[in-house]
């Protein structure tokens, strides 16, 4: 079967740090570029950053840049995004998709709409 799937959310303070995980299994990650993408109740779904098939091109949206960082372990078949500097606006379902094309366009993550492989997503609840 092949599934993404998300781990590592969970409640944690302001200022706080969480490491979410997407393992792919039934077909190997490393081919696929893979984003993160999030959405809180009442907003809508934010592409917060993605990464390409090989680990090294990047992106990131205004709103985590500098508190976030995507990476990679194509050995894992796993793809990971480092929160720190946590915030309360940070707080929403935190879901991983893969894109069968590897590579990431030059300015915004890929579109949800434009997914092969997604995951049912983690939740991620920042206290103020």
């Known amino acids: 079967q092949f599934q993404l799937v998300e781990s590592g959310g969970g409640l944690v303070q302001y200022g706080g740090s969480l490491r979410l995980s997407c393992a792919a299994s039934?077909?190997?990650?490393?081919?696929?570029?893979v984003g993160w993408y999030r959405q809180a109740p009442g907003k809508d779904q934010e592409g917060i950053s993605c990464?390409?098939?090989?680990?090294?091109?990047?992106l990131y949206a205004d709103s985590v840049k500098g508190r976030f960082t995507i990476f990679r372990d194509n050995a894992q078949n796993t793809v990971y995004l480092q929160m720190d500097s946590l915030k309360p606006e940070d707080t929403a379902v935190y879901s991983c998709?893969?894109?069968?094309?590897?590579?990431?366009?030059?300015?915004?993550?890929?579109?949800?709409?434009?997914?092969?492989?997604w995951g049912q997503g983690t939740q991620v609840t920042v206290s103020s």
């Open positions: 990464i390409n098939n090989s680990g090294d091109e990047t």
């Open positions: 039934g077909f190997t990650l490393g081919d696929y570029a």
């Open positions: 998709a893969g894109f069968e094309r590897g590579y990431i366009p030059l300015n915004t993550c890929p579109r949800w709409h434009l997914r092969d492989y």
